[in-house]
């Protein structure tokens, strides 16, 4: 039951302001990009690695948005809904420019069963996560970045990218080893 609640509490967040919007009034859609624009440009930045594409996809994520809002049905949060539709956008243009993402060739290097390799947690900063991570295939970080930073699980990263979980995961533990070495060497770099 309690599970219900917050299900039901995290509906409520910004409900008055959603209906407003499905209602069509302008001030709610300024509203609602005013508070959830940040949080959803970080996501398109860590997508796009590029601040100029971020801020494009994260104009056209709001207007597929607010065009499709009388469509959002309270079953999740609003903040989720919005930062599927951000993902989307991202993983379209990618794909657009792209054709084909492109991951680790050396797949079978991971199975599903081997452990995620330990990164200490207190060595490694955000940012430095984030400068590592441009020597990731185009497609094995965003899989890192949807696990990592985004929270998403190798089930719905499958479902976004087209791809099967054991895919999904061990990209991820490819990545992750990737990153890890990249750190420690570029550690070691700066002591000598």
């Not at 209906?19 to 859609?29: D, L, M, T, V, W």
Request: glycine share 4%.
């Amino acid at each position: 039951e309690s599970n219900r609640t917050v299900t039901q509490t995290i509906n409520m967040i910004h409900r008055d302001l959603v209906i407003s919007c499905q209602k069509g009034e302008r001030k709610a859609f300024r509203k609602v990009y005013d508070l959830y624009s940040k949080a959803m440009f970080n996501v398109c930045i860590r997508f796009m690695n590029d601040t100029e594409e971020a801020k494009d996809m994260l104009q056209e994520a709001f207007s597929y948005a607010f065009l499709r809002i009388h469509s959002y049905r309270f079953e999740s949060s609003f903040g989720a809904w919005l930062k599927r539709i951000v993902i989307n956008t991202c993983i379209s243009e990618i794909r657009r420019r792209k054709a084909d993402l492109q991951f680790f060739d050396d797949m079978n290097h991971f199975d599903d069963r081997e452990e995620e390799p330990e990164l200490e947690e207190s060595k490694l900063s955000v940012e430095k996560i984030k400068e590592a991570m441009s020597i990731l295939p185009e497609g094995s970080r965003m899989i890192f970045n949807m696990y990592l930073l985004e929270g998403l699980d190798h089930g719905e990263i499958a479902s976004f990218l087209g791809i099967n979980e054991a895919t999904s995961r061990s990209q991820y533990l490819r990545a992750r080893k990737k990153i890890k070495d990249a750190i420690a060497f570029n550690e070691m770099e700066f002591q000598a």
